[in-house]
C-alpha cells in the first residue's frame, strides 16, 4: 500500500488549471524531491494532498484512506514554504515551540531534536525574538520530534545556512534509510535534491517526469528541458553521492 497516491488531480484557480491530470504513488520509505519552475504548481500539489486545498477532480489517498476521510494526522510532519502560521508574537520558547509536535513531554527526544538542529543554546528563548533562520530551524524541529512516518517539507532550507542544511538533508536521508520514513521535499533546487533523493517528479502543472534519477540521467526529455550540459551536471553530483540513498 502506498504512503501517497494521487490519481487524476485536477485544481483549478479562478477556472484556470494550476495543476493538471496529476497521478503518482510514492511508497514507504521513499525520498522524493517534487521540482519544476516557479509557478508550476509544486506547493498546490502539497496542499491538495494535505487536503488543505480541495480538488476539482481526482483522488488522493494516504496511507491507503482518502484524504477527506483520513484523520491520523500524527503520522505526518509538514513545514510550509513559508512560515505564516507562525505568530511570531507567540510568547513561547523554542522548547515549548518544538514541544508541539508532540502529544506528550519526551525530555529526551526533545533534547536530542534541540541539539539535531544545533538550537540547543536557543531552548529558552521566545521563538519571536529569533532571526527568520533561527524559526526554520525551529519549526523543522517541531516537525521531527515525534518521528512521523511521513514528512512533507514545502522548500525548508531557502532561510538555512550551508552547514545547517547539509545537516538537514543527511538526517532526512538518514530518517529515510534508516528508519523507513517517507519524505517528500519540495524544492527548485534539482542539483541539490539529486544527491539525496531515490526519485524526482519534476512538475509543471502537468507531471513531465517521474522515476528514479537514474532514469532522469537517461531521459532525452529531461535533457531537452535542461540541457545536455546541465543534466550532466547533475547526474555527476547524483553519482558522487554513491548513487543516493
Not at 35 to 48: A, D, F, M, Q, Y
Not at 196 to 223: E, P, Q, W
Request: aromatic share 8%; with cysteine.
Amino acid at each position: 500500500m502506498p504512503v501517497i497516491r494521487v490519481d487524476d488531480l485536477t485544481f483549478r484557480y479562478n477556472g484556470i488549471d494550476v495543476i493538471s491530470n496529476i497521478s503518482f504513488a510514492v511508497e514507504k520509505g521513499t525520498y522524493l524531491g517534487i521540482v519544476g519552475p516557479n509557478g508550476s504548481g509544486k506547493s498546490t500539489l502539497i496542499k491538495n494532498i494535505l487536503g488543505i486545498l480541495r480538488a476539482e477532480q481526482g483522488r488522493v489517498e494516504l496511507f491507503g484512506t482518502p484524504v477527506g476521510s483520513f484523520r491520523q494526522w500524527g503520522k505526518i510532519g509538514y513545514l510550509p514554504q513559508r512560515l505564516s502560521a507562525l505568530n511570531t508574537h507567540f510568547p513561547g520558547t523554542v522548547e515549548e515551540v518544538v514541544q508541539m509536535g508532540l502529544t506528550q513531554r519526551d525530555a529526551a527526544a526533545l533534547k536530542r531534536t534541540l541539539e539535531m538542529m544545533a538550537i540547543g543554546h536557543l531552548a529558552s528563548r521566545l521563538i519571536g525574538e529569533l532571526s527568520y533562520g533561527e524559526q526554520q530551524r525551529a519549526m523543522l524541529a517541531r516537525a521531527l520530534i515525534r518521528r512521523p512516518a511521513l514528512l512533507i517539507f514545502d522548500e525548508p532550507t531557502t532561510a538555512l545556512d550551508p552547514e545547517t542544511r547539509e545537516m538537514f538533508y543527511s538526517l532526512t536521508g538518514e530518517m529515510s534509510r534508516q528508519e523507513g520514513t517517507t519524505v517528500i521535499l519540495v524544492t527548485h533546487d534539482i542539483g541539490v535534491i539529486g544527491q539525496y533523493a531515490h526519485n524526482l517528479l519534476y512538475l509543471d502543472k502537468k507531471v513531465i517526469f517521474s522515476g528514479t534519477f537514474k532514469d532522469f540521467c537517461s531521459s532525452r526529455d529531461m535533457a531537452g528541458i535542461f540541457g545536455p550540459s546541465s543534466q550532466h551536471i547533475i547526474c555527476h553530483q547524483h553519482d558522487r553521492s554513491k548513487g543516493g540513498i
